[in-house]
Nanobody, 117 residues
């Protein structure tokens, strides 16, 4: 199995930055296909923010392109989401996700990001 633990959320003002971290551990980390960040705003659906594949390819939601960057360490034990130029509409609970071969999705518990105007 895979365990995901997010950290780094908080309250910031519009225009500021935050960096979220996702600690990845477990017996099945070798089978992770992609790792991603999703977010869910109050009353909204969970949406993909950014994804990084096993090979290092990345993709982003249009709403965060140019502002957010997903990255990871060489050991693939930590995945970061650097968020710059934050906007009030970025306010949400941010979840780390791992797509594991033959097992499906694993999720972290989420971390709250609040951006005040």
């Amino acid at each position: 199995q895979v365990q995901l633990v997010e950290s780094g959320g908080g309250l910031v003002q519009a225009g500021e930055s935050l960096r979220l971290s996702c600690a990845v551990s477990g017996r099945m980390t070798f089978a992770i296909i992609t790792t991603a960040w999703y977010r869910q705003a109050p009353g909204g659906q969970r949406e993909l923010v950014a994804r990084i594949t096993r090979s290092g390819s990345t993709n982003y939601a249009d709403s965060v392109k140019g502002r957010f960057t997903i990255s990871r360490d060489d050991a693939k034990t930590t995945v970061w989401l650097q968020m710059n130029s934050l906007k009030p509409e970025d306010t949400a609970v941010y979840y780390c996700n791992a797509d594991v071969m033959r097992q499906g999705d694993y999720w972290g518990q989420g971390t709250q990001v609040t951006v005040s105007s």
